[in-house]
């Protein structure tokens, strides 16, 4: 059972447009919610976070928006640079759990920004 | 500061052989996760130690399995390799045990080939 679910799979940007990848879960315990950014060769690197009290939180260029009704939340890339080129994954897990649970993963967005 | 560091970085094995994967993790981090992430897919949660003992698990067997050292370094053991198992391995660390829910730091993985 995918308890996350990551769209679209692969993504094409012109230079300095908006990215926008989307989620929806169905683990409705889950109440944590981050984005990580992995360059070919590395490990996951984490970008931005939200916790479902809020519905939006941005970070310089990154904008989480969350909808707890839908299940549904997403990343925004603002301006978005051929340096953004990269694999988002929308992660989710449990605060209840302690965090022993780990993180429930999509399966990754490839992101390329074209000049 | 140094960051989460994983050895070897590529490995092969064959089918019914063990394999041990080791990691230190991030300076002032006492908690360490594993990871199996498939090409193409997101990582998969395997189990978190805390205090050199397991406390999460994510739906592996039992052959694979783990220790921690009192550096908070630690080590992956699988057994019995199936072709399955090749597979990037993270190791991500955190400061507090609740580590999906404060932001790992991961370090660049191993990828692991059964043949």
């Known amino acids: 059972q995918q308890q996350v679910k990551q769209s679209p799979q692969s993504l094409i940007v012109q230079k300095g447009g908006i990215s926008i990848i989307n989620c929806a879960y169905e683990?409705?315990?889950?109440?944590?919610f981050p984005w990580y950014q992995q360059f070919p060769g590395k490990g996951p690197a984490l970008l931005i976070a939200?916790?479902?009290?809020?519905s939006e939180k941005k970070e310089g260029r990154f904008t989480i928006s969350f909808n707890k009704s839908a299940k549904q939340f997403s990343l925004h890339i603002m301006d978005s640079q051929p340096g953004d080129s990269a694999t988002y994954f929308c992660?989710?897990?449990?605060?209840?759990?302690?965090?022993?649970?780990?993180?429930?993963f999509g399966k990754g967005t490839h992101l390329i920004i074209q000049p | 500061e140094t960051g989460v560091t994983q050895s070897p970085t590529h490995l092969i094995k064959t089918r019914g052989q063990q394999v041990t994967l080791r990691c230190s993790s991030q300076?002032?981090?006492?908690?360490v996760s594993w990871y199996q992430q498939a090409l193409g897919q997101g990582p998969q949660f395997i189990f978190q130690?805390?205090?050199?003992?397991?406390?999460g698990r994510g739906n592996f067997p039992p052959r694979f399995s783990g220790l921690q050292f009192p550096n908070y370094s630690s080590e992956l053991n699988v057994n019995a390799l199936e072709l399955d198992d090749s597979a990037l391995y993270l190791c991500?660390?955190?400061?507090?045990?609740?580590?999906?829910?404060?932001?790992?730091?991961f370090g660049s993985g191993t990828r692991l080939t059964v043949v």
């Open positions: 939200i916790r479902p009290d809020v």
């Open positions: 300076s002032g981090h006492n908690t």
């Open positions: 991500a660390s955190s400061p507090a045990t609740g580590g999906a829910n404060y932001g790992y730091t």
């Open positions: 683990n409705t315990a889950f109440d944590y």
């Open positions: 992660a989710a897990s449990m605060r209840s759990g302690g965090g022993a649970d780990g993180l429930t």
């Open positions: 130690y805390y205090r050199e003992e397991e406390n």
